[in-house]
Nanobody, 124 residues
Framework: QVQLVESGGGLVQAGGSLRLSCVAS????????MGWFRQAPGKEREFVAAIGWSDGSAYYGDSVKGRFTISRDHAKNTVYLQMNSLKPEDTAVYYCAARSGSGYYARGVEYNYWGQGTQVTVSS
C-alpha cells in the first residue's frame, strides 16, 4: 500500500508560480512511477505530468509543456510539480498518483494510488 499526501496549493495571480509536493509512504517509492493530474469543476480529469523511477524521464500534457516541471527526490520520497506562468485555466484540484513500473504513464486508469488532492486557484 502507498499513501500519498499533496501540499503546496493555494491562490496565486496569473503569471505567478507555485510548487506542489507529494510525499509518498508505505512502499519503496523509488520503484514507483509518479504522475500529476488535475480536475476542474465540471471537467474531466486531465493528465498534467509523469515521471519514471529509473532515469527521471518526464512527460507532460500539451497544456502545460514549457511551463510546468515534474521532478522527484528519492531521499525524501517526494515528487514535485513546479508550475510557472500560471493561467486562470490552470485552476483545478491537483492530484498526485503512483504505480509500480519503470515507465511513465499518462492515463489515470494506469495508476493504483492517489492522494487527496490540493486546490490551485489562479486569479486573472
Amino acid at each position: 500500500q502507498v499513501q500519498l499526501v499533496e501540499s503546496g496549493g493555494g491562490l496565486v495571480q496569473a503569471g505567478g508560480s507555485l510548487r506542489l509536493s507529494c510525499v509518498a509512504s508505505g512502499r519503496t517509492f523509488s520503484r514507483y512511477a509518479m504522475g500529476w493530474f488535475r480536475q476542474a469543476p465540471g471537467k474531466e480529469r486531465e493528465f498534467v505530468a509523469a515521471i519514471g523511477w529509473s532515469d527521471g524521464s518526464a512527460y507532460y500534457g500539451d497544456s502545460v509543456k514549457g511551463r510546468f516541471t515534474i521532478s522527484r527526490d528519492h531521499a525524501k520520497n517526494t515528487v514535485y510539480l513546479q508550475m510557472n506562468s500560471l493561467k486562470p485555466e490552470d485552476t483545478a484540484v491537483y492530484y498526485c498518483a503512483a504505480r509500480s513500473g519503470s515507465g511513465y504513464y499518462a492515463r489515470g486508469v494506469e495508476y493504483n494510488y492517489w492522494g487527496q488532492g490540493t486546490q490551485v486557484t489562479v486569479s486573472s
